[in-house]
């Protein structure tokens, strides 16, 4: 690649990077920066099942490459530090954790653990291409999910 090709990209990437920064920042709440914070993380997680549950529905086509994309991201969203998002006394604020999260930590910490697990098997299934085994591995990752949903996540903010 010539060097003043490599220049421009590299202008466009910074320029690119600078701009967004402040789009990613805006979510966070100073305020109430643990309930923003953790709510940014799932909605990462949501952007990356959603599409592949529409997948796994028919709803739209099915695309290993993309597919497999999502999952890797997916694995990627649920090795970050989810609990610096649930400190003690954030349990108020706009959010829909229910206050059993901070009485049961350690059932919730196995949950997410749980849901770490479970997204690696299907990004692992996702790169090897089986789809009976990516349905499986989705299946058993949209249960972890759920799991921790039944009991720890209300349905309206509280």
């Known amino acids: 690649m010539p060097w003043q090709t490599k220049k421009t990209l590299a202008v466009l990437a910074l320029a690119t990077g600078i701009s967004a920064a402040p789009v990613a920042l805006s979510h966070l709440d100073s305020e109430q920066f643990p ?9 990462i997680l949501g952007a990356n099942m959603g599409p592949m549950a529409a997948m796994v529905k028919g709803e739209i086509p099915w695309d290993d490459e993309r597919f497999a994309g999502f999952a890797e ?4 969203a649920t090795s ?10 954030s349990e108020g604020g706009t959010t829909r954790a229910k206050p059993g999260i901070w009485e049961n930590m350690d059932d919730f910490e196995s949950k997410l653990e749980d849901l770490r697990g479970a997204a690696d098997e299907l990004a692992a299934a996702a790169k090897g291409g089986d789809k009976k085994a990516i349905m499986m591995a989705f299946q058993e990752t949209g249960g972890t999910c759920k799991a921790c949903h039944d009991e720890y996540k209300s349905k309206d903010y509280l």
């Open 73 to 76: 991201d997916l694995a990627t």
């Open 35 to 43: 309930q923003s914070y953790r709510q940014s993380l799932y909605a």
């Open 80 to 89: 970050l530090d989810f609990m610096r998002g649930f400190p003690k006394g």
